[in-house]
């Protein structure tokens, strides 16, 4: 595996952290400034250049950058012209090192929880979704054929391009995966939609973000589902973490805590030969922190990397 983290492209105690607790490689998170051009080979190179200055080499960008997703997702009139940007992103990503495109498919509402201050361990805070809390309120109106019509019309119009311009598009699961949220239906929500979507246009550059908690929420067989598409070559990219509970109530937890055999999971990711990046994800907001970006505090995730590492080295599995 390639240990990553995800760092936003302001250097950060973040950086400093990761680069502690020995991670070399980034995910990075692309500016949302207008001044940034994301179909200029140019802003690349000085946005990668930053990271590189540290000692940081960026693998994956996560999001696809939500200002031009956002119309592809829903299918507006400025999906066509967000796609042609999304091709030209692509291009201008030629020889970044940035192989891998974390994308999601959550229209109108992205990852999505109830409550961001549930007690953990030893009163560290996480995040936590209740169906019957989030209901009520309405963000949109799309069904889930409008949403596999999206998808569809998204894939098969940027697979090809990605093949021409080796770019890996790594679907990320829809977290929750519950069918529908605030008006607005998901699709991305089990194994089996998963499979479907990645059958809409079979390509070696089109597989998943294996976002481990989602697929836990799922009810899925986590491990299992590790071998089916490692067999298959789909793992592009691995979300370390866990949670405890189901689709329609669950609650994040640290990275030892959870329902899932986690060093079951790794030697699954072994056994199918899985050598590609790997991220935690989604850590509990520790004593001494400020819960302002609950899951993506700082501490937690020195936590989650030396559990990752201490389960690697115990199952000689290797990783930089
Ligand atoms: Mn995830």
């Known amino acids: 595996m390639i240990l990553t983290d995800y760092l936003l492209p302001d250097p950060s105690l973040q950086w400093e952290y990761a680069l502690q607790a020995g991670v070399r490689h980034a995910v ?32 994956v960008v996560e999001p696809m950058p ?21 091709i030209a992103m692509m291009a201008a990503m030629r020889g970044t090192g940035i192989t891998t495109i974390c994308t999601n498919f959550m229209a109108c509402v992205g990852w999505y929880r ?35 019509d999206n998808l569809t019309y998204f ?51 089109l597989g998943v973000t294996f976002c481990q908690g989602t697929y836990s929420a799922m009810g899925a067989d986590v491990e299992g589902t590790i071998r089916e598409f490692g067999k298959a070559g789909k793992l592009f990219f691995i979300h370390f973490r866990d949670v405890a509970g ?16 986690m060093a079951a999971a790794l030697r699954a990711y072994r056994d199918v030969g899985f050598h590609g990046p790997v991220r935690v994800d989604h ?32 199952l000689g599995y290797p990783y930089e």
Request: charged content about 25%.
């Open 246 to 261: 189901s689709r329609d109530h669950f609650r994040e937890t640290f990275h030892d805590n959870g329902q899932t055999d």
């Open 28 to 59: 990075i998170r692309l500016p949302e400034d207008s001044a940034f051009d994301e179909t200029d080979p140019a802003h690349w190179q000085t946005l990668i250049g930053r990271y590189t200055a540290r000692g940081l080499t960026p693998l």
């Open 66 to 86: 939500n200002r031009l997703h956002d119309h592809i997702k829903t299918g507006d009139a400025l999906r066509d012209r967000s796609i042609e940007r999304v």
């Open 283 to 314: 850590v509990p907001t520790m004593a001494g922190e400020e819960n302002t970006a609950p899951g993506y505090a700082s501490v937690g995730r020195l936590f989650a990397v030396g559990y990752l590492k201490g389960l690697l080295d115990g």
């Open 155 to 205: 894939l098969k119009a940027v697979i090809p391009e990605a093949e021409r311009y080796g770019v890996r598009i790594a679907l990320h699961p829809d977290d929750p995966p519950v069918p529908t949220l605030m008006g607005v239906a998901r699709v991305l929500i089990s194994p089996e939609n998963i499979r479907r979507a990645l059958a809409i246009t079979p390509s070696p550059m």
């Open 114 to 148: 109830t409550d961001n201050a549930i007690r953990e361990r030893g009163g560290a805070l996480v995040t936590g979704f209740d169906a019957r809390a989030a209901q009520g309120e309405t963000r949109g109106n799309l069904s889930q054929q409008q949403v596999w």
